[in-house]
Every structure is written in structure tokens, then in C-alpha cells.
């Protein structure tokens, strides 16, 4: 199973899934489920390469009339949901979805950190291991990245209720530090970052997924009705990222080893 702290599930609320499924589809390569799977909620696994890679929600009436909005969310595996929801509210963080059980898939509850970021902590139903994070795996999420108010706190947060701590930093100038972190399951290499948000970003776990070609994966973005917001881009190490907001206004990344063109 994977260790506590480590990122286990990614979810995309959206009011239209099967908008969600074309567009996503296109842009990262994935097969999401046609149709919704048995039961209450209108939920579609995200199939990739090497597993699936995430699930899509879609919102009901009764969501967006609490305040639901379509967003990417990211969960923790933890060893005890409970004691982790407790530990969190003691740190100064709220809980928006008490904890409950889902029948052979686990215990869960959504939370937010003391800064208001959102996230989910969830325990298994059984001690499988998770491969929605991964690191090189083309279509899965390949860098976890939050921008928060006051990172040096965030920082803390997570590393004490989490155990996901820094590795290491890149100097960003006026922005701060660019602070890697890394977790259980990686063995000290960095899954992500915390980095200070910059004046006027929206605060949040961000995710960036795996493309083949960052070129090819812009032009899908923008076929499909998306928009480009920032990049294309080379980053340390060569890699390439974009910054996109899908149609439905839902941000999120997308990096690739390469640039054609």
C-alpha cells in the first residue's frame, strides 16, 4: 500500500462529464468511461496508460447548490482517516465532507488545510497501491504543485500531519523559494512543489499531467475550447509545461519531455 501522506487519487468535479470526457480525452491521451458506474453518483474512472490515473464526478443539483464548483482535487492516503481529520481541525483547517465510508473502496473525507486549500484524505478499502501519481507515466499525474498565502506554514502543515517534506529549493527572485517536496512513496525525490502564490493566483494543489509533446498537447487544448494561459515553457531539467484552463474554467498543467516545432 502506499505510504501516509503520499498522493493516491485525483477527481475532476465538472457540471458536464461528457464535455469532460472529449476534451480530456483529446488533450491527455486518456479513455474516460462512457457511462457512469452503478449507483447514486455519476462517477467515470479515468483509464490511462498504466492503470487509471484519476475519476470524474459529475455535479448534481444538490452539490452546486453547496457550493460545489468544478475543480481538480487531489487525495492523501492516510493510515487512519479519523485520527487525520481530528489532527487536521486541532491545526486550524475545516472539514467539508465528514468522514464516511464508500462500500470496497474506502473511508474518506474532504478537507481543507488552515489556508482554505482544499484536499481529500482517504484510506483504502484494501491495502492495494495506488499508481494515479506517476512521476514519468504518460497520461497520470507527473508533478503535484501548491501555491498558498503563506508557504512557509504549508510547508509545516504537511510535513507534520503528512510527512511530506522539503528537498530542496530553486530561488524564484521577488516570488520566493520554489520548495520541493517529496513524500513516503518517493524515497526523497520530489513529487511536487510549494511555492508562495503570486499576487492575484488563485491559492491550491495544482496537478500537471504527463504529455508526449507539449506542442501537440497546446494545439489539442485549444481544439477542444481550452486556453493556454501560460507557457509553453522549459523548465530545470528540459522538461516543457503549459498552464490551461479547461472548458469549463477548471485550471491544471500538462508537461512533456519535449517540444516539437
Known amino acids: 500500500m502506499n505510504a501516509h501522506g503520499s498522493f493516491i487519487?485525483?477527481?475532476?468535479?465538472?457540471?458536464?462529464?461528457?464535455?469532460?470526457?472529449?476534451?480530456?480525452?483529446?488533450?491527455?491521451?486518456?479513455?474516460i468511461d462512457a457511462?457512469?458506474?452503478?449507483?447514486?453518483?455519476?462517477?467515470?474512472?479515468?483509464?490511462?496508460?498504466?492503470?487509471?490515473?484519476?475519476g470524474v464526478m459529475?455535479?448534481?443539483?444538490?452539490?452546486?447548490?453547496g457550493g460545489a464548483k468544478p475543480t481538480w482535487l487531489g487525495?492523501?492516503?492516510?493510515?487512519?482517516?479519523?485520527?487525520?481529520v481530528a489532527a487536521v481541525v486541532a491545526e486550524g483547517g475545516q472539514v467539508h465532507l465528514p468522514a464516511f465510508d464508500i462500500p470496497g473502496v474506502g473511508r474518506l473525507a474532504m478537507v481543507t488545510d488552515p489556508q482554505g486549500v482544499p484536499f481529500y484524505v482517504m484510506r483504502g478499502a484494501v491495502d492495494a497501491t495506488s499508481t494515479a501519481y506517476q512521476r514519468m507515466g504518460f497520461g497520470?499525474?507527473?508533478?503535484?504543485?501548491?501555491?498558498?498565502?503563506?508557504d512557509?506554514?504549508?510547508?509545516?502543515?504537511?510535513?507534520?500531519?503528512?510527512?511530506?517534506e522539503k528537498v530542496g529549493g530553486m530561488p524564484m527572485g521577488e516570488m520566493g523559494e520554489y520548495s520541493f517536496i517529496a513524500n513516503g512513496d518517493s524515497k526523497g525525490e520530489a513529487v511536487g512543489?510549494?511555492?508562495?502564490?503570486?499576487?492575484?493566483?488563485?491559492?491550491?494543489?495544482?496537478?500537471?499531467?504527463?504529455?508526449?509533446?507539449?506542442?501537440?498537447?497546446?494545439?489539442?487544448?485549444?481544439?477542444?475550447?481550452?486556453?493556454?494561459?501560460?507557457?509553453?515553457?522549459?523548465?530545470?531539467?528540459g522538461e516543457w509545461v503549459i498552464?490551461?484552463?479547461?472548458?469549463?474554467?477548471?485550471?491544471?498543467?500538462?508537461v512533456s519531455p519535449g517540444k516539437s516545432g
Open 9 to 31: 487519487w485525483y477527481e475532476l468535479l465538472t457540471g458536464d462529464a461528457g464535455r469532460a470526457k472529449a476534451f480530456y480525452d483529446s488533450v491527455c491521451g486518456w479513455n
Open 35 to 54: 457511462e457512469p458506474a452503478p449507483g447514486g453518483m455519476d462517477y467515470r474512472m479515468i483509464n490511462a496508460e498504466g492503470g487509471q490515473a484519476g
Open 58 to 65: 459529475q455535479l448534481n443539483a444538490d452539490m452546486v447548490a
Open 75 to 84: 487525495y492523501l492516503g492516510v493510515d487512519d482517516v479519523d485520527a487525520s
Open 140 to 150: 497520470h499525474v507527473s508533478w503535484n504543485e501548491l501555491l498558498a498565502p503563506d
Open 152 to 164: 512557509a506554514a504549508a510547508l509545516a502543515f504537511y510535513a507534520k500531519l503528512f510527512n511530506i
Open 193 to 237: 512543489a510549494v511555492m508562495k502564490a503570486p499576487p492575484g493566483a488563485p491559492t491550491g494543489w495544482g496537478f500537471y499531467f504527463r504529455v508526449p509533446d507539449i506542442t501537440a498537447a497546446q494545439a489539442k487544448v485549444e481544439a477542444g475550447g481550452g486556453t493556454v494561459v501560460q507557457g509553453p515553457m522549459e523548465v530545470p531539467g
Open 243 to 254: 498552464n490551461i484552463v479547461d472548458p469549463e474554467g477548471v485550471t491544471c498543467g500538462l
